[in-house]
């Protein structure tokens, strides 16, 4: 086992196959950086990536969210408001942000757009 102290939390540093493998234990416990640290070390022996997975962007995770939802037993008005909904956001700035950056600000901004677009096609009809 091989964890270091950083400040006040722990980090383990360990080499597999050549590969230098660390990272943060995110614990001020030392018993529980070890029991970390071992995880780390079975999950990249068994070709696991130790990198925490990046959230997806939102046009890629609307298709899985359709997916989803045609597998629901949602009432179909509701599926078709999600649906709706799902277009707004596809057509808005949102887009393109992957989903753990969109702040309250974003969707506030979003919505706004959202309002005016709609305001414009009651106008047109």
């Known amino acids: 086992m091989s964890i270091y102290l950083r400040g006040d939390v722990w980090y383990y540093l360990f080499y597999l196959n050549g590969r230098r493998c ?3 234990t995110k614990t001020k416990n030392k ?33 899985q969210f359709v997916e ?5 037993t949602l009432e179909q008005k509701t599926k078709n408001d999600y649906k709706n909904g799902r277009r707004l956001i596809l057509q808005s700035a949102l887009c393109g942000m992957r989903m753990d950056q969109i702040t309250s600000d974003d969707r506030r901004h979003s919505r706004e757009v959202s309002h005016v677009y709609l305001s414009e096609v009651t106008h047109i009809s």
């Not at 989803?68 to 629901?72: A, N, Y």
Request: hydrophobic share 35%; charged share 35%; no cysteine.
């Open 68 to 72: 989803w939802l045609d597998k629901t």
């Open 22 to 24: 660390r990272g943060s």
């Open 31 to 63: 018993k529980q950086a070890e029991r970390i640290e071992a995880n780390a070390r079975v999950a990249a022996e068994s070709g696991e990536s130790l990198q925490p997975k990046r959230a997806p962007l939102i046009q890629d995770f609307a298709k």
